[in-house]
């Protein structure tokens, strides 16, 4: 493994939980994160939102560890990560249609407190350009030029999630600047799968 890095995590539904479970597994310092007192709660007594066979197990192993921690409060989590991982299960709105809406607020309240050299990582289902948009966004509220952000759309299976995530066939990442996408690379290939893009 490279070195342990920190990662903060946001959105912590079913996504979200699994991919900070994870990353702990694999021996980084995770911060997973959510505007919501009572998902966060249920998550410091070790009890995931939402069931995932191991899930809760894996949970708790990795917090007695010292590896995975929960919060609401955004600004040091982040100002102290390598990594930033937006990790939402996308809501849809009444028409069926993807609702951005809590995942700009949630990008928009997190962008300021961006260290100089972080990434974002996208994994959450966005329409085509989102990220481009939010790049734009976070390097004028983070006021580094240097912030940038890739894609890694998430392949989960309902029941099957851990193993996934841990043990994938492949990994996907987009970025528009080499560097960003090898650090990216080098992050995801701890899981010894091939990476496209």
Not at 22 to 34: P, S, Y
Not at 70 to 94: K, N, Q
Not at 119 to 142: F, K, N, Y
Request: aromatic share 6%.
């Amino acid at each position: 493994m490279s070195r342990p890095e920190t990662i903060s995590v946001l959105g912590l539904w079913h996504l979200g939980c699994v991919v900070s479970a994870c990353w702990a597994e694999m021996g980084h310092r995770v911060l997973g994160l959510d505007r919501s007192p009572k998902v966060v709660g249920e998550l410091l007594a070790g009890r995931a939102p939402i069931f995932e066979p191991d899930l809760d197990a894996l949970i708790q192993a990795n917090v007695a560890a010292g590896r995975l921690a929960f919060g609401t409060e955004f600004h040091d989590a982040i100002r102290a990560s390598d990594f930033v991982l937006v990790a939402f299960d996308t809501p849809v709105d009444a028409d069926d249609q993807l609702d951005l809406t809590p995942l700009d607020a949630t990008v928009r309240h997190a962008a300021p407190f961006l260290k100089a050299d972080a990434i974002v990582i996208v994994s959450s289902q966005v329409p085509v350009g989102t990220c481009a948009r939010w790049r734009d966004e976070i390097r004028e509220l983070s006021g580094h030029r240097t912030v940038d952000i890739a894609y890694s759309p998430e392949n989960l299976r309902l029941g099957q999630a851990i193993r996934c995530y841990l043990h994938p066939d492949r990994i996907v990442v987009g970025a528009d600047d080499d560097g960003t996408r090898q650090r990216v690379a080098e992050l995801f290939g701890e899981t010894g799968a091939p990476i496209l893009g």
